[in-house]
């Protein structure tokens, strides 16, 4: 109980810059008697702080490959978080969605250079609309993340995993022609979202970190230039404002949607 205690202080005292989340894999390919594994991350441009293995931090942790799907199971407090034999041969998707957190603004600017970056328009007048203060108030936050495995021959194809925000990855990275780029659809709830901004987050061997800014169309689909060799992180967000329930249970006054993708390419 005392490790658990700690590592939930440490996580507590995450800085609230801290954006993005995502699963880093130790190795984007594994042999078929080999083992994912691979870490939960929080952090900026593509680095952060890895995270150990609490199940009272997410709803869902799974693997599917195929017509199969298990939940991932470790040890309380275990680093990697990420660390189970391949489901099958193939493409094993991994899917993790987090149970909500909560920040709060006590800089107005803060709120204003966050809801620039990701793109949200016009949310001066619209917070301002709905009566809110403009220090004091809360967001309350969500991760949706998943991470593609290329197992053995790593064949076999992406697709949605019911997230309530999800990016779905329409190349195989490890299998198909990537000279036009890599193709993702972004869906929220049901439906496709169109002229979205799509954060990419391109790691080169050496570690640098290149990020650039792409949209998706009507279909809801972004093409992604990607390089041999070098790994990514594909980023989108929605900002909403909460259903009453959950106002009320968690006293936010807005609400984000965190959608994670990531993976290699092969050299």
Excluded: C
Excluded at 72 to 80: D, E, K, L, Q, S
Excluded at 134 to 159: C, H, M, P, Q
Excluded at 203 to 221: M, N
């Amino acid at each position: 109980m005392r490790i658990l205690a700690i590592l939930l202080t440490a996580i507590a005292a995450l800085p609230v810059q801290s954006h993005e989340f995502w699963i880093e894999p130790l190795a984007y390919q594994v042999d078929i008697d080999g083992t994912i594994r691979g870490e939960l991350t929080n952090g900026q441009e593509f680095e952060g702080s890895q995270l150990a293995f609490l199940p009272q931090r997410f709803a869902r942790f799974s693997v599917a490959a195929g017509m199969r799907q298990s939940n991932i199971r470790n040890r309380v407090g275990a680093r990697p978080a990420l660390d189970i034999a391949p489901l099958a041969e193939g493409l094993n998707v991994i899917s993790y969605q987090s149970r909500i957190s909560t920040i709060s603004y006590a800089e107005w600017e803060k709120f204003l250079a966050f809801a620039e970056h990701k793109d949200f328009a016009d949310i001066e007048a619209i917070h301002d609309a709905r009566g809110l203060p403009r220090t004091g108030f809360s967001e309350g936050y969500w991760r949706f993340a998943k991470t593609l495995i290329g197992v053995g021959n790593a064949i076999g194809r992406d697709f949605r995993s019911g997230l309530a925000i999800e990016f779905v990855a329409l190349d195989n990275p490890y299998t198909d022609d990537l000279s036009n780029g890599l193709r993702v659809q972004l869906y929220y709830l049901d439906d496709l979202r169109p002229d979205a901004q799509v954060e990419l987050f391109e790691k080169a061997p050496d570690g640098t970190v290149e990020i650039t800014l792409h949209r998706t169309d009507a279909d809801g689909i972004a093409t992604l230039p990607v390089k041999a060799g070098h790994s990514y992180l594909v980023d989108a967000v929605v900002l909403r404002e909460p259903n009453p329930e959950l106002i009320g249970d968690t006293d936010i006054q807005w609400e984000t949607l965190w959608a994670a993708l990531t993976f290699g390419v092969p050299e």
